[in-house]
């Protein structure tokens, strides 16, 4: 059947990919069978079979007169889609990408791409780019200059400024800038005076970052997907790397050849799942459930770590209670799950140590992903697995620089570095930008509200809609700008569609207008300004792993687009604070230096690291990836021996210093100068009279302090006798100060050359106090379709205040939808496609390969309603919302439960909206966004917004 546009069929998106492909046979895409998928690697090779040999030659620039080319310049950038940091060699002659060749030497990828990765270059020349600025005028988007956005915008904002506060402003930031960028945009909303500023990872990893950090010390990734090597077992749980990280999936393959056992968890089985040892089908919103079930046959049959417990936990008896609710008939009955498999699991993970676990969304996504996450990291404590090598908690994020953008990015709850916003990490930030603190407290609206957590981007569009007597602002959000973010990667798109309508200003700053710019409604008031890509500027980019890479510039920026930190530069001009924002920095017409950036970054971001790894430093690994193992990450030999690749966070102290990295966290059996750790010292020394710190004999290789230890201040290092290893110079600035706050470095150097950790040597903390449960306990989802569990499991209350916005939980679960929407609704994603889509479903290559959003219905569901392969059909919500998809009957899902990819966008409940992109930027593959369907839940400490399970019905469209 023909998958492209006929007259017969006037709501097909995929009209664009003949259109987008004029080089290529049309024919040959209309005998494409159903939703062609690519391989883990092999992408490029299937879009190659399909199209003539002349499209996949090298492109040549076309020269005004005859001119001799120039010699091929070689070009190491890094992968602009996941985060496993793929490294990429861009040939480069007169200017003009001409080819990409797979980086061999890199440790990460050796040489692997996935269909993403393979076809990078579009991305550089892509045809569907936003070219110049442009203004809607009468719902029709016109070109302008940049001096007159950059007027008008600034004009408008400043005027928004003056009648409703700086708050009134919301900038939904990116996780696809890179490090200096992303620094520099919360630096630049810190001048402008508000905390209203978020990005990718709030709605993908906050859960993550605030349950890991709570329980180890650090929200991040423990170990890396190298590591992986040395694992004897790993469950992927709520995971998909096949197709989410697929060059990830080439280390695990690695280990599974040397013997390691997989379990794959999800309620569909998938890519992943066909590798599995043991596929565990699970009902979604009960991990919680599941992994005590799992700690419930661990704990009975004495499989735990007992030392380790005992040495290096806290609160592992106030886990074992609520475990032992959890019999193995009760896990069965809440998850779906045979008895027997919960058995399988836990003595897969148990007799096959090191063993790891890796999860992504799945886990993330949910009401309670905390809660899960926190799950996952105590089942690891109690196998003893974490600080090893082969273990961890391993977190796999989602876009190239999500990690990097979180650790020192535009977060509503922290300064870069994760300093929080408290006046003592106010003040160090001034300090080093060279700025007064009371003329940046005067930007704020009042101290109060400088010192609060802004709102966040799952939630901005409450900050319009919501009666101001309910915001914990003065104003409303009356204006927003999308800075390198797609809005159909958030839930409940109806509200916030009306809530653009709402707005004074909309500004989308981005290379490809993202569906931002078509599905606002508006006739007036929106601007889209072309952004350059990263292969359009240099700087460091941090993947999953923390392992952080240089990128060189490619290209020279495309059209009329200028770098993110041009256009933060001009903005910052316009409202008067230009100076401030670059005081410490280099500007060059208008464009701030990256590397004086990172230097910055250097001074300022002590708590994770980010101190030791100079653009210098960083360079020098990129040009010699072949000295580094591709299992332990080490250079063996060359310039940079000693080093693990990337300089993985924390990388202590000055770049001086030459500190290695660390490749796995709170591995106590590794001196801490050579990349070692234990657990942080976050939390005090006692609570309720329990010691917080380690036991003795629990410290780092070489340490001289072999018991527990608070975090370092310079009274502790006076006490130790340590305060004369400072010189004079490190003195005067240590003064009152500690290991996070100290800007010589020098606390750092003296505590790592003593064998200590600078954030002391603690228990990892198994029942976190502070959050609204300390044991992680079973909650059932907020549209759940068993209604018998709602009351033996109930939700949260309703929060007032929360993020500065009200937030219902139990009003919202106390209604049953499940009579009339049976089903259960859960998302994921593509190996085609990344996040939202824009750019990848406006690339030729990978556009050919999905032309359609669908829907995998199991065959006794899509019986019911005469669903049939390749038809289309509507998926109904609570919401009242209602998408037009593709049906695939398939029995890779259950009876009970549809999935969709959340890649989507450029569809409205059935409306192509091709003319409401401006003119020849629209995606070449075009559908409904599932996100539009998507219904109303938020984590309970991270704001994380429920997007793995919900409820929903079909009909035939």
Not at 160 to 176: E, I, M, N, T
Not at 637 to 665: A, F, M, N, S, V
Not at 681 to 686: L, M, P, Y
């Amino acid at each position: 059947m023909s998958l492209v546009k006929t007259s017969s069929d006037p709501q097909s998106s995929a009209v664009g990919a003949s259109q987008g492909l004029p080089r290529a046979n049309a024919a040959s895409l209309r005998r494409r069978s159903f939703l062609v998928g690519a391989g883990v690697t092999a992408g490029l090779a299937a879009v190659a079979r399909k199209l003539p040999l002349n499209v996949i030659e090298p492109a040549h620039a076309q020269a005004v007169r005859p001119t001799q080319d120039a010699a091929p310049e070689i070009k190491h950038t890094v992968c602009s889609h996941c985060s496993v940091g793929c490294s990429v060699i861009a040939v480069v002659q007169n200017g003009v990408w001409v080819r990409q060749d797979a980086a061999f030497d890199s440790p990460i990828n050796m040489g692997a791409h996935c269909a993403k990765g393979a076809s990078l270059r579009e991305h550089g020349h892509g045809e569907h780019r936003l070219r110049y600025p442009m203004k809607l005028v009468n719902g029709k988007y016109q070109r302008i200059s940049w001096d007159q956005a950059i007027n008008e915008i600034g004009d408008k904002l400043l005027q928004l400024r003056q009648q409703a506060g700086p708050d009134s402003l919301f900038v939904v930031g990116s996780s696809k800038h890179n490090n200096e960028q992303s620094y520099l945009l919360r630096k630049w909303m810190s001048l402008w005076g508000s905390n209203n500023c978020d990005h990718q990872a709030r709605i993908c990893h906050s859960t993550t970052v605030a349950g890991v950090a709570q329980t180890y010390g650090y929200g991040a990734m423990t170990n890396s997907f190298n590591d992986l090597h040395y694992s004897k077992a790993v469950m992927f749980i709520g995971s998909n790397p096949a197709e989410a990280h697929p060059i990830s999936m080439l280390h695990f393959l690695h280990a599974k050849e040397l013997g390691a056992k997989m379990i794959v968890v999800d309620p569909r089985f998938t890519r992943t799942a066909r590798f599995a040892h043991h596929y565990v089908r699970i009902r979604p919103g009960t991990d919680i459930p599941f992994v005590w079930g799992i700690l419930w046959h661990i704990f009975n049959n004495g499989w735990e770590d007992k030392a380790f417990i005992e040495q290096r936990t806290y609160g592992m008896d106030e886990v074992r209670k609520e475990v032992a609710k959890w019999t193995p008939d009760k896990v069965s009955d809440v998850t779906g799950i045979p008895e027997a498999a919960v058995k399988t699991a836990a003595e897969l993970l148990a007799r096959n140590r090191p063993s790891s676990v890796v999860w992504c969304m799945g886990i993330t996504q949910h009401h309670v992903g905390t809660a899960n996450v926190r799950a996952l990291s105590i089942l690891q404590l109690a196998l003893g697995n974490i600080g090893v090598p082969g273990g961890g908690a391993n977190i796999y994020r989602g876009h190239d620089n999500v990690q990097g953008a979180t650790d020192i990015g535009p977060n509503p709850d922290s300064l870069p570095g994760y300093y929080g916003l408290a006046e003592p990490a106010w003040k160090h930030f001034c300090g080093v930008w060279g700025v007064d603190y009371e003329w940046v407290k005067a930007r704020y609206g009042s101290k109060e509200l400088m010192e609060k957590p802004g709102m966040t981007v799952s939630r901005w569009f409450d900050g319009v809609l919501e009666k101001n007597e309910y915001i914990d602002q003065p104003s409303n959000l009356r204006a927003v700008i999308y800075w390198g973010h797609a809005p159909n990667s958030q839930t409940r798109l109806a509200d916030m569609k009306a809530a653009m309508q709402k707005l004074d200003l909309m500004v989308v700053i981005d290379p490809y207008p993202s569906m931002t710019a078509a599905m606002h409604g508006r006739t007036d008031g929106v601007y889209l300004l072309p952004a350059s890509t990263q292969f359009e500027t240099e700087g460091s980019v941090t993947a999953s792993n923390r392992s952080i890479q240089w990128r060189e510039k490619v290209i020279e920026p495309m059209f009329e687009s200028k770098p993110d930190q041009e256009i933060m530069y001009l903005l910052a001009k316009k409202f008067g604070f230009a100076n401030e924002l670059c005081r410490n920095i280099r500007v060059t017409n208008n464009r701030p230096d990256i590397e004086d950036i990172l230097r910055e970054v250097n001074k300022t971001c002590w708590t994770i690291g980010y101190t030791g790894c100079s653009p210098e430093r960083l360079k020098m690994h990129m040009l010699h990836k072949a000295d580094f193992s591709p299992t332990t990450l080490r250079a063996e030999t060359g310039p940079c021996k000693g080093d693990y690749y990337g300089l993985p966070w924390p990388c202590w102290g000055t770049p001086e210093l030459k500190h290695p990295g660390t490749p796995i966290l709170y591995n106590i059996n590794v001196p801490v100068i050579e990349g070692g750790l234990p657990f942080r010292a976050n939390w005090g020394v006692e609570h309720n009279g329990v010691p917080l710190l380690a036991a003795d004999g629990s410290s780092n290789k070489n340490s001289e302090l072999d018991i527990g230890y608070p975090e370092f201040d310079h009274v502790f290092l006076k006490k130790l006798g340590w305060w004369s290893d400072l010189t004079p110079e490190e003195q005067a600035k240590a003064e009152g100060k500690n290991w996070k706050t100290d800007i010589s470095g020098g606390i750092i150097r003296v505590v790592i050359q003593h064998g200590c950790a600078p954030y002391g040597n603690a228990r990892a903390r198994c029942h976190v106090w502070n959050f609204p449960d300390p044991v992680p306990v079973h909650r059932e989802p907020i549209m759940s379709p068993r209604r018998d569990l709602v009351a033996k499991y109930p939700t949260y209350d309703n929060k007032a205040n929360f993020w500065r916005l009200p937030t219902l939980y139990k009003s919202v679960q106390e209604k049953d939808f499940s009579k009339d929407f049976p089903l259960i609704m859960t998302s994921g994603r593509l190996v085609e496609y990344e996040g939202g889509g824009d750019e990848t479903r406006s690339n030729p290559w990978l556009a050919e390969l999905q032309q359609n959003m669908f829907c995998e219905v199991n065959p006794h569901d899509a019986v019911q309603v005469g669903a049939q392969t390749g038809k289309y059909l509507w998926v109904e919500s609570p919401n009242g919302a209602r998408i037009k998809v593709m049906a695939m009957v398939t029995e890779r899902v259950p009876p009970g439960i549809v999935w969709m990819p959340f890649h989507f966008g450029g569809w409205w409940m059935g409306e192509d909206l091709h003319d409401k992109y401006p003119e020849g930027a629209a995606p070449i593959v075009r559908g409904e966004a599932v996100n539009t369907a998507w219904t109303y839940g938020y984590d309970a400490v991270t704001m994380m917004q429920e997007t793995k399970v919900s409820l929903c019905r079909l009909a035939r469209a």
